[in-house]
């Protein structure tokens, strides 16, 4: 043997004994234990795991686990809100450690795009929301939840039960839909039938790097929650309520009383040359007078209390039984319709949670109830919810699981937008009462008061109408461990709801403008999706440095959906119980069903994450998609991303400073799809027609139509995606150990290949036209979440946040003509979306002042109806006349920014939080002002500042415009800044104080930890806007646009407690 | 654990591959029809109940109260014969086209335009089918082409009368061929559209078994209408002649039962927009583009108050006492006294001169009997007297009697009704061919024989608003005495060689028999005499009418109407605007 050879047979032998050796040493025990915290106090929930194996469990309510490992292993600890914690197996069997409060998450393990990931290893924009945080300001459904909470966010809310947000997330990336995608423990699914209660970790996906994997569903940004689930150990149970009270808004719209209105009319005939006293009310004049009935059969403007007319033995209010005979009293005083309508409504909400298992198999078991009325009489969301999460280890490498939630929500809506039932609390009259001398609805039908209709009849009448909608959401997974390093995962899930509905019109009697006839409708249908997910997935760390995961997985999604409905009318008795379609008359009635054509999207995706000595990360995602939405063209789409961490804090250099807890630099680029707004009938030139569009009395029959047909849609097989490719550049920090942390992120979003509708000249017909990919939007922002937390004594503890969301939207690129109007209201469209300018625009003339006398007048330049009193407007091409030329942008509903403050104190058992929010530098189009601010146009109510601060010949104002008879160019007819206004706020959302009673009083009665707490939401706002509320839900290319809107800042008074057993 | 490798690998190639199926992505459209699926006779015809199915202006697309059949926007608001009514700020969009101050971005402009255009569309799509279609013989496809072309040259027509600067759009157009932005509003359409109807002349039948179809007469009845527009009286004269002279048309014995439901399609109708209700349309195919128009107040129709007569149309019924004829010159001088200014409850004595019997079946009026909804009371069934002044509409409004029957009451209105929109009636072509006359300055005795056979009529006694049994069971029918003081004459003065006042004659005769149809406007504008006479009638109807102190016609561009701004726009360059806007 040579020397070399010898050297080479010793190292063998070296090995050898070392591998028996190992083999010796190796042999796997039972470990035991348990986790306290630095209080002593166990920690349930932690999560044990044996780094480099699968092998992992979880401690028991008292702390204590058991698992197998060998000597030399590391065991990992990690629970949420301490840092995590490696042991080393030495010889012993016991391992008892005890965990350190975090100061950050950085080692909190989250649910990013199809994977989890440390916090401290995200290299993308991932925004964390805690439920804590989610839910400390109540509302009915998650997405309202996150208004303030998520810097890059925009949120705006109403204050209907049940209605969703206008959500945006990093400005408005297209004009139609912008709501994010949500991925509901690993399947889309609807956020508004989810219980916040169940909520355990929500991230949002905000730059291309973290949502990429989406997409042609990415796009509009991703937010990804997972709901809770059991944990080993006893069965834990937690119960949480709260009841309260939401006032109405104290103060309504400002409108007149009865007096103020007939002063009002005065004022309107002595501003109108030629104008006379010949209201059917207010009598001759030259002042009016206030009846004593505003109608009594026939005669309206009665002032003699013992008329014959009021006979009330000739009142009918029922058509069955023949003529019409109202006799209605004037409101000498005032209804005051906004109180009518808008009444204190109470709330309450329960979940009871149940959950455990054992290392074997974990459950979780959730029921919800939620009650919520609504300020405006008959506006509720009543939501029952159920949640079953279960997960089996079938071997240590084989799990099997579920999620499974059945929703029932029955969530009757006013409309918000448009002309609704609460514009008719400013347009119906004061002089009108609610009801009238025999029992029925007082109403406009008295002449001379305008074409308004009761709207507390109208909310009464709807509260027998009902609706609801049943929704199954869920999904079975499992998953298997093989190969040391290979994971695979099979997910099916999907969501199967039905709704049902009905509805009753009924036959009124009391207004100008009644329905002919009484009418019913119901309406069922269902929606379906499902979602199969496969994936496989690789981790390694080689030589301790190299952080490796590589993900390769499929999916394919479908949709379809269906519904019937029909109509009738002529119902012999207005009665609830009688209302079924086949009690209707047979002569008009009418059905119809639809059917959703189905969609599928296929997709093939993968991801791969390096991270280096966890200082270097980068991770890059591709995901190609096809969709049947796009014909065969053009319906692959391949969207990949790539970002990169530098965590500074990992860097020799910067070990040393030791106020630095934490620097990470983020940047990300990539390309996301958007298909929203698209047709799946897209690609289809196609053929059809309704009974009310193509049908045709060709025989002269009266009563039958023949059947016709019409194109109906003209085809383009090569539109495709909408591509967003977005750039992102992030910086974190955690500095003095979370005294102050901040995260920081500039973005640049393009959206280019908008999906519109193609404009095609009228003479091609009335077909729906393809849309295509031209138009392209720009947003710019800059997105900051500041926090600060710690102790400033034993006892005294805080934790505060700010987030601050800014953006900035331009339009790039429209084709062919290159703006839009939108908004369309009496008066023209207040909206104009141009290139470059930001979405959403105000666009019409710009008020300067008004003409205080006939030489304001003379010198102005020409302007269709210029007279003292009225407008002026700014010339603003200075050719000396007023035209369509001169329409300027009046104002942009864009905020330049946005800003949400929490605050939480401690004291001993006591808890205070307090949120904020608000939006800056945004305005509002008050178009109410339309209705209230202008005796011309319709004869509803009006604002005091009509009466008390208009302009007069013998008072001049700059304010508000002469109250006349006469719409012109100059006043109401068209859109001019004079409905624009400034729409800032910053609104104290919520307020809350809780006490959590000492766990030696409790434990006795076997309560684990018992919290009361109060809360008032909405105390106060700080804003000039003179609405009800300048936040104002629209739509991404109508927003701000007020006609009196369902306030979301009412003030809110609960009480509630937290139990755990 | 191999097993266990191949096993995944292979579970994962099967999913794999059964989503990646061509078919997964391919999803066939539901509840809409391939076009092939029409390429029949059954589905051309289809196709062409579709476009008769936009004669009376609704259904398609922009459809509203300004695509209307009737044309009662830009035919009698504009012209003289009505305001729009209501209250000033409901339907804005009016206010400027009454005044003549219409712009381009006009909604009303907008709509009409694409409905009109869908209907050619439409019309198109029946010839580009039909020529895919294999089971339909030569004669056939002949006879369905007619009634296609027909429709596509009334449409067109419809559309010369408003903008005059028209596109023509033939079934060569279309989106796939790229040819759409070819096609501008430069050249003489007058041609083409007279081709259509030349050609639907020649090809259809005198009688068809369905009566809203078009025939042999009524394609020359639109053809002679669309040569009188151009004054091409002698192209017109024989047209008129083969259709008076068919025997297949007839006045029928009232006036008012051209109005009246029951009555509809009689021997006058030659043309109408069909109208049906209670059909499953949710009112749809009713008359739907003049459901605004009834009076107002828990009154018929319950909705809207709109479309209310003017004062100085209501001055064309008065009549001389002894002759029973107008003054042509001066009509306008004095007023049939109105409640206007007045409450329901004050007292006011109706008009006590002669009339022409037609009025009160053309304008309801206070204390005259609204067909059988009782004695008109006046402003309670007025929204806004300063806004439309004292009348209401009356020739598309429905019997009480028959209200829910021939009215749809799933509406939220019971005034989509079927009441077809009568587009020609035979008095019309009696008209034309007494215009025709006149023009030609040839037989003028002729021409009074034709407005003599329309006022004769309305002299029938029978004929007239009668006064009810009891005015307050206005259901229990009416007495044999006069509501007002009527008196139709006949001219029995030669009018031989005055061709002056035979024309003052016929033209005045159309106002008293066409009045609140949709075509006042049109004629003014074709008779060259709507510079004098819209001013004239500002300057009558400002006094009741604030907002008309704005009324002001610019000679020169008001006699057409803004082509809409969207439309150009669109065009790409190919549409140019009409002078002055």
Not at chain 2, 185 to 198: F, G
């Amino acid at each position: 043997m040579t020397p070399k050879s010898t050297r080479l047979v010793r190292l063998c032998c070296i090995l050898l004994l070392l591998c028996v050796g190992s083999l010796v040493f190796s042999q796997t025990r039972r470990i035991t234990g348990k986790v306290t915290g630095a209080d002593g106090q166990p920690v349930p929930g932690a999560t044990i795991a044996v780094k480099g194996t699968n092998a992992v469990t979880v401690t028991a309510a008292d702390g204590t686990y058991s698992i197998n490992a060998k000597q030399g292993d590391a065991i990992v600890i990690t629970s949420v809100g301490f840092k995590t914690q490696e042991v080393r197996v030495g010889t012993q069997d016991a391992i008892n450690p005890t965990m350190v409060t975090a100061t950050s998450n950085l080692d909190e393990v989250v649910v990013t795009g199809y994977t989890s990931q440390k916090v401290k290893e995200i290299t993308g924009s991932v925004a964390i929301v805690k439920p804590k945080e989610l839910t400390a300001v109540p509302a009915g459904q998650v997405e309202n939840m996150l208004q303030g909470r998520v810097a890059g966010l925009n949120v705006v809310n109403t204050g209907q039960p049940g209605q969703g947000a206008q959500i945006s997330l990093g400005g408005y990336g297209n004009f139609g839909n912008t709501t994010p995608l949500y991925i509901i423990d690993g399947v889309q699914g609807d956020i508004n039938s989810l219980n916040p209660g169940d909520v355990e970790s929500l991230q949002v996906l905000k730059d291309a790097g973290s949502a990429s994997i989406y997409g042609v569903r990415g796009a509009n940004g991703v937010i990804v929650i997972t709901t809770k689930r059991g944990r080993s150990g006893r069965p834990v149970i937690t119960y949480d309520n709260y009841f309260g009270s939401q006032q109405p808004l104290p103060d309504g719209w400002g409108l007149l009383d009865t007096k103020g209105r007939a002063d009002l009319y005065d004022l309107a005939v002595a501003n109108t040359p030629g104008a006379a006293h010949n209201n059917p009310q207010y009598g001759p004049g030259p002042t009016a007078t206030i009846p004593y009935y505003i109608v009594a059969g026939t005669k309206y403007g009665v002032t003699d209390p013992n008329d014959p007319a009021a006979d009330l033995t000739k009142y009918n209010n029922n058509y069955g039984a023949g003529a019409i005979y109202q006799i209605t009293r004037a409101n000498p005083t005032g209804t005051d319709w906004f109180h009518e309508l808008f009444r204190p409504a109470f709330q309450m909400n329960h979940t009871v949670t149940a959950s455990g298992g054992s290392d074997k198999s974990r459950y979780l078991f959730s029921l919800g109830y939620l009650d919520q009325k609504g300020t405006y009489v008959g506006s509720y969301l009543k939501r029952y919810t159920a949640r079953i999460n279960t997960e089996f280890n079938l071997k240590s490498t084989i799990r099997f699981g579920e999620n499974l939630q059945v929703s029932y929500r029955d969530n009757p809506q006013t409309g918000v937008i448009g002309e609704t039932n609460i514009g008719m609390t400013y347009r119906e009259q004061p002089i009108i009462p609610v009801y009238d001398e025999g029992g029925g609805f007082g109403g406009s039908r008295a002449q001379g008061l305008g074409n308004a209709t009761n709207p507390y009849a109208n909310a009464f009448r709807a509260l027998d109408d009902k609706g609801y909608d049943i929704a199954v959401f869920g999904n079975v997974y499992g998953e298997v461990d093989f190969l040391k390093n290979f994971n695979f995962r099979s997910s099916f899930g999907g969501t199967y709801d039905n709704f049902y509905n009905y509805s009753f019109g009924y036959h009124q009697y009391e207004n100008a403008e009644n329905n002919g006839s009484n009418s019913f409708a119901e309406n069922a249908g269902y929606n379906t999706l499902y979602d199969w997910l496969n994936q496989l997935s690789y981790s390694k760390i080689i030589n301790n440095d190299h952080n490796v995961k590589v993900l390769i997985g499929s999916e394919a999604i479908s949709t379809y959906s269906r519904g019937v409905g029909g109509s009738r009318i002529n119902f012999f008795l207005d009665d609830p119980n009688y209302r079924i379609l086949s009690n209707g008359s047979p002569t008009g009635q009418s059905n119809y069903s639809y059917a959703n054509n189905n969609t599928s999207l296929y997709s093939l995706f993968g991801r791969l994450d390096y991270g280096y000595k966890d200082k270097y990360l980068l991770t890059a995602t591709v995901r190609r998609d096809g969709s049947s939405i796009f014909g065969p063209e053009n319906r692959y789409g391949t969207f990949p991303s790539f970002s990169a961490a530098w965590r500074i804090t990992e860097e020799s250099f910067a070990k040393g400073l030791s106020w630095l807890t934490d620097l990470k630099l983020r940047g990300s680029w990539g390309k996301m799809g958007f298909a929203g707004n698209t047709d799946p009938l897209n690609q289809y030139t196609l053929f059809g027609g309704g009974t009310g569009d193509a049908y045709y009395d060709i025989t002269g029959a009266s009563t039958s139509a023949v059947q016709g047909f019409r194109s109906t849609r003209i085809g383009n097989p090569k539109t495709g995606w909408q591509t967003d490719k977005k750039t992102n550049i992030g910086l974190d920090a955690i500095m003095w150990n979370g005294r102050l942390t901040f995260s920081a992120d500039y973005y640049h979003k393009k959206s280019e290949g908008l999906l519109f509708p193609l404009a095609l000249p009228a003479i091609l017909g009335g077909s729906t036209p393809p849309n295509v990919n031209v138009g392209d939007v720009e947003n710019t922002g800059f997105d900051l979440l500041l926090g600060s937390r710690g102790s400033i004594s034993k006892d005294w503890k805080y934790d505060i946040t700010a987030t601050v969301t800014t953006y900035h939207n331009n339009i790039v690129n429209i084709p062919g003509i290159p703006y839009f109007e939108d908004g369309g209201l009496r008066n023209g469209n207040a909206v104009r979306n141009q290139v470059g300018h930001p979405i959403s625009s105000f666009f019409g003339y710009h008020v300067i002042g008004i003409f205080q006398n006939d030489a304001d007048v003379a010198k102005a330049p020409a302007q269709d109806g210029k007279a003292p009193g009225r407008f002026i407007y700014e010339d603003v091409n200075k050719d000396g006349s007023i035209t369509a030329d001169d329409r300027t942008f009046i104002g942009n509903p864009n905020p330049k920014f946005s800003l949400g403050f929490n605050i939480n104190v401690s004291w001993k058992a006591f808890d205070f939080s307090t949120f904020f929010y608000g939006t800056f530098g945004n305005d509002a189009f008050n178009y109410t002002k339309y209705w209230i601010d202008f005796y011309q146009g319709f004869e509803g109510n009006k604002s005091q500042r009509a009466l008390n601060d208009s302009w007069t010949p013998s008072r001049p104002s700059n304010t508000v415009p002469i109250q006349e008879f006469t719409s012109t160019f100059s006043s109401d007819a068209v859109i001019n800044s004079y409905y624009v206004e400034k729409a800032s706020y910053f609104r104290n959302k919520s307020i809350m104080l809780g006490y959590t009673l000492p766990k030696s009083v409790i434990s006795k009665v076997g309560i684990d930890r018992l919290r009361f707490y109060i809360q008032a939401t909405n105390l106060f706002t700080f804003t000039n806007y003179s609405g009800l509320d300048p936040e104002v839900q629209g739509r991404s290319s109508v927003q701000g646009l007020d006609y009196g809107t369902y306030p979301a800042n009412q003030k809110q008074f609960l009480a509630g407690l937290n139990v755990t057993f | 654990m191999k097993y266990l490798k191949i096993f995944f690998i292979l579970a994962l190639a099967g999913v794999i591959n059964y989503a990646c199926k061509k078919s997964y992505l391919d999803q066939a459209p539901l509840g809409q029809l391939d076009p092939s699926a029409l390429a029949n006779k059954n589905g051309v015809n289809g196709l062409l109940i579709g476009a008769y199915s936009l004669l009376d202006g609704y259904g398609g697309s922009g459809g509203g109260f300004g695509t209307a059949g009737s044309n009662w926007v830009y035919g009698s608001v504009s012209g003289t014969e009505a305001h729009k009514g209501s209250s000033v700020g409901d339907q804005p969009d009016i206010v400027p086209i009454e005044t003549f101050h219409p712009t381009s971005t006009n909604s009303y402009f907008q709509g009409k335009w694409q409905m009109l255009y869908d209907g050619i569309s439409r019309a198109n799509d029946v010839l580009r089918t039909l020529a895919l279609a294999t089971d339909v013989s030569a004669d056939e496809a002949a006879e369905i082409s007619a009634e296609a072309r027909a429709l596509r040259g009334w449409y067109h027509f419809d559309a010369k009368k408003m903008w005059n600067k028209i596109p023509f759009v033939d079934e060569t157009i279309t989106y796939s061929a790229g040819n759409y932005l070819t096609v501008g509003n430069d050249a003489d359409t007058w041609p083409l559209i007279e081709a259509d109807l030349q050609y639907a002349v020649d090809n259809l039948p005198t009688s068809q078994s369905e009566v809203g179809r078009f025939n042999k007469y009524s394609a020359e009845a639109v053809l002679a209408k669309i040569y009188i527009f151009q004054q091409k009286w002698d192209a017109a004269k024989p047209l008129l002649a083969d259709i008076i002279g068919s025997g297949k048309y007839s006045l029928v014995d009232q006036f008012h039962k051209n109005f009246d439901i029951i009555n509809k399609n009689n021997s006058e109708s030659i043309l109408a927009a069909q109208a049906s209700v209670n059909d499953g349309a949710n009112g749809n195919n009713g008359n739907w583009g003049d459901v605004l128009n009834f009076p107002y107040g828990g009154s018929p129709g319950t909705c809207c108050g709109f479309f209310q007569p003017s004062q100085y149309l209501v001055n064309h019924f008065k009549t001389e006492a002894a002759t029973g004829l107008h003054d042509l010159d001066n009509f306008a001088a004095t007023d049939v006294t109105s409640d206007q200014g007045k409450l329901s409850t004050d007292a006011f004595t109706p008009y006590a001169g002669t009339l022409d019997s037609r009025l009160d079946w053309t304008v309801g009026r206070r204390g005259i009997p609204y067909l059988d909804w009782g004695v008109n009371p006046g402003n309670d069934w007025i929204r806004a007297q300063s806004d439309g002044g004292p009348y209401s509409p009356l020739k598309n409004v429905y019997s009480n009697s028959l209200q829910g029957k021939l009215t749809d009451a799933s509406f939220w209105s019971s005034g989509t009704t079927a009441n077809n929109v009568n587009l020609i009636r035979y008095a019309e072509v009696l008209l034309w061919a007494a215009e025709v006359e006149v023009e030609t300055n040839g037989d003028l005795e002729k021409a009074r024989d034709y407005v003599n056979q329309l006022r004769g009529r309305a002299a029938n006694p029978a004929g007239n608003v009668k006064k009810y049994l009891d005015n307050s069971k206005p259901e229990g029918g009416f007495s044999n005495v006069d509501a007002a003081n009527y008196k139709v004459g006949l001219y029995t003065v030669s009018w031989a060689g005055n061709q002056t006042l035979a024309r003052k004659a016929v033209r005045f005769e159309r106002a008293l028999e066409l009045g609140m149809e949709g075509h006042r406007f049109f004629d003014l504008v074709r008779w060259g005499v709507a510079a004098t006479e819209i001013p004239a009638y500002f300057a009558k109807e400002k006094s009741i009418i604030g907002y008309l102190i704005n009324g002001q016609f610019t000679t020169g561009v008001n006699e057409y109407f803004p082509i809409p701004q969207t439309e150009i726009d669109k065009s790409g360059g190919a549409l140019k605007q009409n002078n002055g806007y």
